[in-house]
């Protein structure tokens, strides 16, 4: 039987199968070089993938039929884990930089290594609320050089990083209210086992979840 005589509900099953749940590792780079500069984004255009998934994407190349069926399977089953480094590093101030496949991407986990936070304002921010509506799941994790003292050293190396990590929960409460939508609230929760080493971990996802005891809902 030719595979495109099945039904339609059988194909995308099959997708699913071929292509499974995946983690891909996208160098974004460094983002105070490059296109970064003026306009960070989420989910960088270009970027690389030094890490190979285990699974093949070959399929797609078959025909046009099966191209336009799978590549949302592709993507809705993949996390995308992007990572930047910077000097002065900037929270993004957009999702999408323009990336081909970006609607039918549903999960991404963004994250800065950096030196120093710059000052985060949210009327830089431009995040368009019909892209942020389409993802389940968004981690942002920013770890500054400057905030790994914060816990055990001077007063002010404490104030930075106290600064710093409420520019990301800002951050974070402004893209769950551009991903709220009628399909249900959007929750946010920190992740409050690296703050010791100067790292803010916090996670946003669409429908229930159970919140771990290592997590605190943020309000």
């Known amino acids: 039987m030719a595979f495109l005589s099945l039904p339609t509900e059988i194909r995308l099953e099959i997708y699913s199968h071929v292509f499974g749940d995946v983690v891909a590792h996208v160098d974004g780079g460094r983002q105070d070089t490059g296109t970064e ?3 960070p984004s989420i989910l960088p255009i270009p970027s690389s993938q030094p890490h190979r998934r285990q699974r093949s994407a070959q399929l797609l190349r078959t025909c046009k039929t099966i191209l336009a069926e799978a590549r949302p399977i592709l993507y809705q089953h993949t996390i995308f884990r992007i990572n930047f ?20 991407v549903r999960h991404l986990e963004w994250s800065l290594s950096c030196d120093m936070l710059k000052k985060y304002d949210a009327k830089d921010v ?3 609320e019909d892209e942020a509506q389409h993802l389940q799941t968004l981690q942002l994790t920013c770890q500054a050089e400057n905030w790994k003292g914060s816990f055990c050293g001077e007063w002010c190396d404490r104030e930075v990083f106290v600064r710093g990590r409420q520019q990301v929960i800002d951050f974070a409460r402004l893209v769950q209210s551009k991903m709220g939508n009628s ?37």
């Not at 080493?197 to 943020?218: A, N, T």
């Open 183 to 219: 399909a249900g609230p959007v929750t946010l929760v920190e992740d409050v086992r690296y703050l010791s080493r100067g790292r803010v971990v916090m996670r946003l996802f669409r429908g229930k979840r159970v919140v771990r005891s290592d997590e605190f809902i943020v309000t």
């Open 126 to 128: 431009n995040i368009d």
């Open 37 to 39: 500069v003026g306009a």
């Open 85 to 104: 480094q910077a000097f002065a590093g900037r929270l993004p101030v957009q999702i999408n930089a323009g990336h081909p496949s970006f609607p039918h």
